[in-house]
């Protein structure tokens, strides 16, 4: 039986939908991300799961029993889940030690183990030199900690996350990255993680739902969203990506009188298609490669050098086409020269 | 980590009232006890006639049918401009000096201007009598003793005497306001005119200034308005000296027999006075580009002077003198004084005046305690139900939440005076018949003084995030629970420096007062005032005194326990 299910969840403030019909089903030990811009509902969709926001139609269940339905709702404290809020919420005036304690003492537990899981759970998050300390003696990495602590110490039955790295410096985000993915591969707690980072979603995430105005667009493992994204949105929000009018004809796709090959997704009619081409999908090459690689003569026509690559912007030749081409750092090429571009067709992907 | 737990318990029930509702409906029924009853109840009464309660527009008739009627509606008004541009000379350039430059001294001004704002204004009325009596006031002895001259060089029984003792106490109002606007203005602003070519005189009227003008222009409005409102110093100067006032005038249609019906038609246009222009000092403040809101990042510093500093700093000294430190010496003076006029010699100090009061007087221990717990119980009254309405509002709890709120501060624009008369006009008389009693006071207090209390709990419910209290139900705490765990703890601090605000303001009240105490319930500034007619001035001191000392109690506590502002700060 899957853990939690969101079927047909819908929020509306008067005639404005923030949540649209979202549909999710999260297995037992799951990670899932919810990746969208600001304001595409994603926040919402996790405070109703939890209970601070009343839904107006659709369900949430867990494990089999329904949480919310529209008009009786359970409150958040019935639930059974814990919660790492973006501002993580730390009780200032409680230390460390009681700030972890709170859920345990509230589920009536001896005082023994609440004390004996409380250690525990500090020397997990390295916390326990800290006990005694006070929330603003604390960095907002320790913080942090104290927050991740005092959610998972309860064992939720979910384990809900609300963009908690936005407060963090970069290098701070990235080590908090792994150690949640850590403390999850630790306790294998089923968890919904809000981001708009994408990042962070490909670090932490089982499988990712792709957010947008509301609605889900595609829920994947990320590494095929980035390489099969179904929609517009999803290709353009997750990496950078290339967005070509192309046509099928008979199977093929075939852009500007180019044959690409094959499609690679099956159930697609002749017609108009919008292809997804990564900067990452195409090489550029001084010479004509060797190999029977799909290649396209073309010119060089702007390029920026980024550090870690470069970014070239490439007209196939015989074509108005503005294609943006990764390369390595000592691949340099002239703005102006005749390059020969060698497309992968396994990363083109069709999109709605 | 391998034990298996429970998770919180699972649903046994769903939600589907929740309890803040019927919680809703106690605050509404509160709030329309103390605020909307007493006011329509007045508006009701001055349409009716006294013994049938037909309608009548009668009572307006009488409130404006005589000169004398009209006069002190007149005299107020002017009453209340003059004070106002008193305060507003005073407070403004002491407000820029603190603020702006480098001036020495600040520390001295700031314990100045607080010492001014605590000070009863009706002690700094009596300590002027003392001061600038035609007679026998300090400045006339020691005038003609220097000059031989015959004739008094001031006389506080006047009109203008009258006003420069109100601006006295009240020039706190601007300098808190301007100071703020002013704290808020980044130096660039300055040094984008200086770099222009701009001098310092010419940037402060032309930059500086005029970016305050809102707030200059609400301080003075404030001013106004308590004013026109205000009756302790209007009552004890102005009496004797035959300037009747709106607020006078109202006190004699309560004598024998009492006139409710013509009181509440001659406090309407008060009221409605004080309700435009507070709409028109929101408008003011609330234009956006006049007020620099953005200047809050940039660097400050302090305008360099030079001599003029010295100039400004002597501007500061003159103003606590006048306002604080002489009328605080002779109130002092007279206190432990045998006779007053007398002076300061070691034959004429005695501790008689207070063993009197505090041991022989029939009324005043009676009336200290009568203060003390007024006070205390309305602060307790009012900062409760501010914090209920306010956490409902604040956290969006009710659909029509905001209607509490606007209750709530609703007694802002109603001035003490017309409250008073609204709270006798509703609950003294029957059905019941509250006149006398202390829950009357209690109750009036704590409606006059509720828009304190609530500014100061919404301030403190929004300063707590809501994720605090979040986080503790998700981990299976219910709402009280939270409360009571996190947020109440979170809060504790800043609602006591709002309990010992609203206690302080209550104890030293005297508008409301006067006008709902019975015999048993006479508070210390009701009594204080009937002393000042028995003109016994060294017993009045000593209360005063007494009422000083209580007051400086509660602010010590408060500066110690809340933070050395606490009474300082703008809403």
């Known amino acids: ?352 | 980590m391998s034990d298996t737990v429970a998770p919180a318990p699972r649903p046994s029930r769903l939600r589907l009232l929740e309890p803040v509702t019927f919680l809703w409906i106690a605050l509404i029924a509160a709030l329309l006890v103390l605020v909307a009853g007493p006011l329509l109840k007045m508006l009701v009464v001055s349409f009716e006639m006294q013994e049938t309660g037909e309608f009548t527009f009668q009572n307006y008739l009488t409130a404006y049918g005589r000169q004398r009627y009209l006069d002190a509606l007149r005299n107020s008004l002017l009453l209340g401009l003059l004070s106002a541009a008193i305060s507003t000379i005073i407070a403004v350039p002491m407000a820029w000096a603190v603020s702006r430059t480098d001036m020495p001294g600040k520390g001295f001004t700031w314990a100045m201007v607080l010492a001014a704002f605590i000070m009863p204004p009706y002690l700094g009325a009596i300590g002027w009598i003392l001061l600038a009596g035609p007679n026998s006031g300090w400045i006339n002895q020691v005038w003609r003793a220097l000059s031989g001259a015959e004739a008094p060089l001031v006389n506080v029984y006047t009109f203008t005497g009258m006003a420069f003792v109100i601006a006295l106490h009240s020039f706190p109002l601007v300098f808190i306001f301007v100071k703020s606007a002013l704290d808020l203005i980044s130096s660039e602003m300055e040094d984008a005119a200086n770099i222009l070519g701009g001098g310092t005189w010419t940037t402060m009227r032309r930059v500086t200034l005029p970016l305050v003008w809102p707030s200059i222009l609400g301080g003075f409005i404030l001013i106004f308005l308590e004013t026109i409102a205000l009756f302790g110093t209007p009552a004890i100067i102005g009496i004797p000296a035959r300037i009747n006032v709106v607020t006078t005038q109202l006190w004699q249609f309560f004598e024998d027999p009492v006139r409710v019906e013509v009181a509440a038609a001659y406090a309407i246009p008060l009221l409605l006075i004080t309700v435009g222009l507070i709409g028109v000092q929101r408008l003011l403040l609330a234009r956006k580009g006049f007020v620099s809101q953005t200047g809050k990042g940039g660097e400050r510093r302090e305008v360099k002077l030079g001599p003029w500093r010295w100039v400004l700093f002597g501007w500061c000294v003159l103003v606590a003198m006048l306002a604080v430190v002489k009328p605080l010496a002779v109130l002092l003076q007279a206190s432990f004084a045998k006779a007053w006029g007398r002076g300061f010699s070691l034959d004429n100090l005695t501790l008689r005046n207070y063993q009197f009061l505090l041991f022989e007087h029939d009324m005043a221990p009676h009336a200290t305690w009568n203060t003390v717990w007024f006070s205390a119980a309305s602060a307790t009254i009012a900062v409760v139900l501010a914090l209920l309405v306010a956490y409902i509002v604040v956290r969006r709890l009710m659909r029509f939440g905001e209607a509490l709120g606007f209750l709530a501060m609703a007694p802002f624009v109603i001035p003490g005076i017309v409250m008073a008369i609204g709270f006798y006009a509703a609950y003294a008389g029957p059905p019941v018949s509250l006149y006398g009693s202390a829950l009357l006071i209690i109750l009036a207090f704590a409606a006059r003084f509720l828009p304190i209390a609530y500014a100061n709990s919404q301030a403190a419910i929004r300063a707590v995030h809501p994720e605090m209290e979040e986080a503790a139900r998700i981990l299976g705490s219910g709402r009280l629970h939270a409360i009571r765990r996190v947020t109440a703890p979170l809060l504790k601090t800043s609602l006591l420096g709002g309990w010992l605000v609203v206690f302080i303001v209550a104890s030293r009240e005297l508008s409301a007062a006067i006008f709902l105490v019975g015999p048993r319930t006479r508070t210390m500034s009701v009594l204080l005032y009937d002393l000042t007619e028995q003109g016994n001035f060294e017993v009045v001191s000593a209360f005063g005194g007494i009422l000083l000392v209580i007051t400086m109690a509660i602010v010590g506590i408060g500066m110690k326990l809340v933070g050395r502002d606490f009474m300082l700060r703008r809403e």
């Open chain 1, 1 to 352: 039986m899957p853990r939690l299910v969101l079927s047909g969840l819908t929020k509306a403030y008067g005639r404005l939908t923030v949540v649209d019909k979202v549909d999710l089903t999260l297995e037992e030990g799951e990670f899932v991300s919810l990746l969208g811009p600001s304001g595409c509902g994603k926040t919402t969709t996790l405070r109703m799961i939890a209970g601070f926001v009343d839904p107006t139609g659709g369900t949430i269940a867990v494990d089999g029993s329904a949480l919310s339905a529209p008009g009786a709702v359970v409150p958040p404290e019935r639930r059974g889940m814990s919660m790492i809020f973006q501002s993580y919420a730390i009780w200032p005036n409680m230390t460390v030690e009681e700030n972890v304690a709170f859920g345990l003492k509230l589920r009536k537990l001896p005082r023994e183990e609440v004390k004996r899981r409380v250690a525990e759970m500090l020397g997990v998050v390295k916390l326990d030199k800290l006990a005694h300390r006070y929330p603003a003696e604390l960095s907002g990495g320790q913080q942090q900690r104290v927050a991740l602590a005092r959610a998972i110490v309860v064992k939720p039955s979910v384990l809900l996350l609300d963009e908690p790295l936005s407060n963090l410096d970069a290098n701070l985000r990235e080590e908090m990255r792994f150690e949640i993915r850590r403390l999850h591969d630790e306790f294998r707690i089923t968890t919904v993680y809000v981001t708009h980072d994408q990042a962070e979603a490909m670090a932490t995430s089982d499988r990712i739902a792709v957010m947008n105005a509301g609605r889900i667009e595609q829920v994947d493992a990320p590494h095929l969203l980035y390489t099969r994204p179904r929609t517009r949105f999803v290709a353009g929000f997750v990496g950078r990506t290339n967005l070509l009018e192309a046509r099928i004809e008979g199977g093929i796709l075939v852009l500007d009188g180019v044959s690409l090959g094959p499609a690679g997704q099956a159930g697609l009619r002749d017609g108009p298609a919008l292809i997804s081409l990564r900067p990452q999908a195409m090489t550029i090459h001084d010479a004509p490669p060797a190999g029977d690689g799909l290649t396209l003569e073309a010119t060089i026509t702007e390029r920026t050098y980024l550090g870690e690559s470069w970014d070239y912007v490439v007209r196939p030749n015989g074509t108005n086409l503005k294609l943006r081409a990764a390369a390595a750092p000592l691949d340099a090429h002239e703005v102006g020269r005749k390059v020969w571009l060698v497309i992968d067709p396994r990363q083109v992907a069709v999109v709605e």
